[in-house]
Structures are given as structure tokens and as C-alpha cells.
């Protein structure tokens, strides 16, 4: 896991970079590492190859992005995840991005961004990486120490900042928001760090960290009737946030089509869910819903899949597969949405989750095509939140494996 002084702000990695003009991005190992620089590239969406040249590596190691996605790489014979993977081993060296408009490659890699940098981290933590350098870290911490430790550090895209209307700044340990309290704001990250925690029976539970261009709050504070926090927000030394234009995003919201608001008001309530997951998984009080066994699953994990469906009745489990092991991350309901969604990822079905349904289901069949051209005309900052969502939400899904894993 990363921890909260592994945060780097957004205008520091501007200057630490070498621009050139063969090379879009450049820049050394030990001053940007491989999480990070997913994390940047992705942030920019960027299509292209990241060339890595390690110092203890007879040869170069390769990502290919697509849209800001890593979906290939090669490490020597290793190719897809499993040589990505091994390029997080790679602790000094240069690195160069160059954009390409496509790739003539397949898409080997069908993990989200964030899932890649979550399993190639713990994995680097666990010792099933080897490490190539000189350098050696202090231990992170483990999956039953999570309450204490920070969580995993998410970093959001280039701040817009044409819909900024206000500054605030907030002291260390000041409270940004808190649990349970009504509020419609939304803020974006422009310097510091903040810590995302559910308030528990048996006490705080760290989720995340928030960063450069992370937002705080959800489309939730779109909807009539206000908005009731689902988590608390402390700063992590000095703060400053940026205050979006509230009205201006409401009414880019009520413009959207039903079938685009609804995924929308889904992706915010899957969100909830899978926290609430996890706060059970830690507090071990998660009792085994077999309700999902009764037939085959509707979306299987690992499998190709492009449909996208509106739940109209029932129910839909999203259940995630580890070794010999089934984890429930969420019971979906009426206006939620089960499928691929082309313009998010999310970590879940079908790469890393399958969908079971239970008997009274009905379901609608959406146009992902239409959806995908109708969120491309998103302004800047409406789709960043969205973005930023997806990837709560992958991160929030990790967290629920932790915690079913320690408790099993």
C-alpha cells in the first residue's frame, strides 16, 4: 500500500519532467515511480508506448496505453500483466512516453489502471516481485494493519479550471466534510492531501488518500433532496481545494439522456455499496448470501463482454472470484445498471467480477454506442469526475478483498 508521504502534487511532477522533441514525457525512476506514471499518463488519456530502460536490465521494458489505459507490455520473454507487473520490481531508470494515434497491438492487459498499480504494488510488498536496484523500502503496511494505514493514494487528471469559482484552504487534521452530515459541494484537490474515513462501530476505517485533481463529493449532490455524506474528509497537512461551479454541473446533468443520468446515479450508489462492504468485511460482521448460486451468471468473470443492461426489477450480485474463494462486492437494485460501460473502467464485471442474478430479474438492454457518443460531449470536468468515481469505486473493491481474505 502507499502511504500519505508517497503524495506528490501535481506541480511538482510538471517540473521534474524533460520535455523533448522525440518524447512526449521523460523523466528518471527515482523521481517518478511506475504507479505514478500510470497515474499521470492516465490522467491524460494518452495513447501510446511508455519505454522504461532500467539500470539493472539488459533490456528495455514496454507499456502500451490506450486512452490512458494500460492494455500490453512486454518485460523481456514476459508479455501482458504478468510482465507489467515485473516492471514494478524496477526501482531505478529512465523512462520516455511517446503518443501514437493507435496501436497495433491486442489488449492483453482487461485490468483497470487502478487495479494494475493496486496488485502490482502489494505484490512488489509481498515479495512476489523481484526488486532491480540498489534501493530497498521499509515494510508497507499489511492487509490487518489497513485501519491504521493511510490506503492507497489516488491521484486525479489535470485540473479545469474554468469551472472553479472559489478557493478554500483547510489546516492539517481540519475537517473537510464529515459522515452523515447534508452537503451539496464539490471541491477538487489543487494541493495537499486528504484522508477518506468511514466512521465504524469499533472506530475510524481508513479508505483512501486523495490527491492532486481528486474530487471531493459525487453526482450525488445533484439529485433532489440533498446529499447525505457517506464518508469523512480530514486534511492531510495544508489543503487547498478548489470550488466547483455547483449550478453550472447541475445543469450539464439534467441535460442528459434518462439512460446516461441513470448509470451516472448508479456508479454513485455502487460506490456506497462496496464501502459498506468493506466496513463489513472488517468489522467481520458479513454473513454468506448464497442466493447467487441458484444458476450461471449472467457475466462471467474474465470472459469478453460488451453488453450493458438497466436493472427494471430484482436484484444483481456482483461476485468477484479469488483463488478458491467468492467475494460479494455489491447487491445491485431497480436503476442500476450490469455490464461493460465502453467510457469507464471500473475493475469490476466482467475483467475481475461476474454478475448472478436472482429469480425475479428484469432487465433492460442499453445502447453503449449511443451512451459513448453522448459522454464524449461532456465537458472536461464533468467527465474528470466521473473518472474519479470509476476509480473509487476499483479502489473500494480492492479494499473488500482485503478484508475478506484476513477474515476468511
Known amino acids: 500500500m502507499l502511504e500519505a508521504n508517497d503524495c506528490i502534487h501535481q506541480e511538482t511532477?510538471?517540473?521534474?519532467?524533460?520535455?523533448?522533441?522525440?518524447?512526449?514525457?521523460?523523466?528518471?525512476?527515482?523521481?517518478?515511480?511506475?504507479?505514478?506514471?500510470?497515474q499521470l499518463i492516465g490522467s491524460s488519456g494518452g495513447t501510446g508506448i511508455l519505454r522504461i530502460i532500467?539500470?539493472?536490465?539488459?533490456?528495455?521494458?514496454?507499456?502500451?496505453?490506450?486512452n490512458g489505459?494500460?492494455?500490453?507490455?512486454?518485460n523481456g520473454k514476459l508479455t501482458g500483466i504478468d510482465a507489467l507487473n515485473s516492471l514494478f520490481g524496477w526501482i531505478t531508470g529512465e523512462f520516455e512516453f511517446i503518443r501514437q494515434s493507435e496501436l497495433a497491438i491486442s489488449k492483453d492487459i482487461k485490468k483497470s489502471r487502478m487495479q494494475v498499480i493496486m496488485d502490482g504494488t502489494r505484490m512488489l510488498d509481498d515479495g512476489l516481485i523481484e526488486k532491480l536496484g540498489p534501493i530497498t523500502f521499509d515494510e508497507k503496511p499489511t492487509a490487518d494493519s489497513q485501519k491504521a494505514a493511510g490506503g492507497p493514494i489516488i491521484k486525479g487528471p489535470l485540473v479545469d479550471y474554468l469551472y472553479i469559482v472559489d478557493e478554500e484552504e483547510f489546516e492539517d487534521g481540519e475537517e473537510v466534510v464529515v459522515q452523515g452530515k447534508h452537503g451539496n459541494w464539490i471541491w477538487v484537490i489543487l494541493e495537499g492531501c486528504v484522508q477518506i474515513i468511514k466512521e465504524t462501530s469499533q472506530g475510524p476505517l481508513n479508505i483512501s488518500i486523495l490527491s492532486h485533481g481528486a474530487f471531493i463529493g459525487s453526482v450525488a449532490s445533484f439529485l433532489i433532496g440533498g446529499n447525505i455524506r457517506s464518508a469523512t474528509t480530514i486534511a492531510i497537512g495544508k489543503v487547498q481545494l478548489g470550488v466547483l461551479d455547483s449550478q453550472r454541473l447541475f445543469v450539464e446533468f439534467a441535460r442528459l439522456s434518462p439512460e446516461l443520468r441513470g448509470i451516472f446515479i448508479s456508479l454513485d450508489k455502487r460506490l456506497k455499496k462496496i464501502t459498506e462492504k468493506a466496513v463489513s468485511y472488517y468489522l467481520k460482521s458479513e454473513s454468506t448470501d448464497k442466493i447467487f448460486y441458484?444458476?450461471?451468471p449472467l457475466i462471467r468473470q474474465g470472459e469478453s463482454e460488451e453488453r450493458l443492461f438497466k436493472i427494471l426489477r430484482g436484484h444483481a450480485y456482483i461476485v468477484r472470484r479469488i483463488e478458491s474463494q467468492e467475494i460479494i462486492l455489491g447487491?445491485?437494485?431497480?436503476?442500476?445498471f450490469i455490464g461493460s460501460v465502453p467510457f469507464i473502467k471500473m475493475g469490476l464485471e466482467p475483467e475481475t467480477a461476474s454478475i448472478y442474478l436472482s429469480e425475479n430479474i428484469k432487465l433492460n438492454p442499453l445502447n453503449p454506442k449511443l451512451l459513448q457518443s453522448e459522454f464524449e460531449q461532456l465537458s472536461t470536468t464533468f467527465k474528470n469526475i466521473i473518472e474519479n468515481l470509476a476509480t473509487n469505486i476499483s479502489v473500494s473493491s480492492l479494499i473488500v478483498e482485503t478484508y475478506k481474505k484476513v477474515n476468511k
Open 13 to 38: 511532477i510538471k517540473f521534474g519532467l524533460k520535455m523533448s522533441a522525440k518524447t512526449d514525457l521523460s523523466g528518471n525512476l527515482s523521481f517518478l515511480n511506475l504507479a505514478d506514471l500510470i
Open 294 to 296: 441458484e444458476k450461471p
Open 69 to 74: 489505459n494500460p492494455i500490453n507490455a512486454e
Open 54 to 66: 532500467g539500470h539493472y536490465s539488459q533490456h528495455p521494458g514496454l507499456i502500451y496505453f490506450e
Open 331 to 336: 447487491r445491485l437494485g431497480e436503476g442500476d
